[in-house]
């Protein structure tokens, strides 16, 4: 999971409880104020961003290795695009 992430995606780790304030769109936002923009609603959570920095998904609660794999495959291929979750993973885990 570590190596994929490495080679397919740029990580950032996002207190959503803060108020730490960064550049976001075109203006400063605190943290927490991203994370309410990005559709976060409880922690943890993982956000999937695309290239352009706008949401993909947001996949609330851990997610077991097992299952964060073929999530992370499913957002990189871009199979999110035209193809369901559900079919996407049985197609994965048969």
Known sequence: VAGYLAENFVV???NAEAS????FQDSEAS???IAKA???TGYPATVFLSADGE??????????KETFIHVLEYIHTG???NV???DFL???TG
Do not use: D, F, M
Request: charged content about 20%.
């Open 12 to 14: 950032a780790k996002l």
């Open 20 to 23: 730490t304030k960064h550049p």
């Open 31 to 33: 943290e927490s104020q």
């Open 38 to 40: 990005w559709g976060v």
């Open 55 to 64: 949401p993909i998904t947001v996949v609330p609660g851990y997610i077991p």
């Open 79 to 81: 199979s999110y695009k």
């Open 84 to 86: 369901k979750w559900e």
């Open 90 to 92: 049985s197609s994965k």
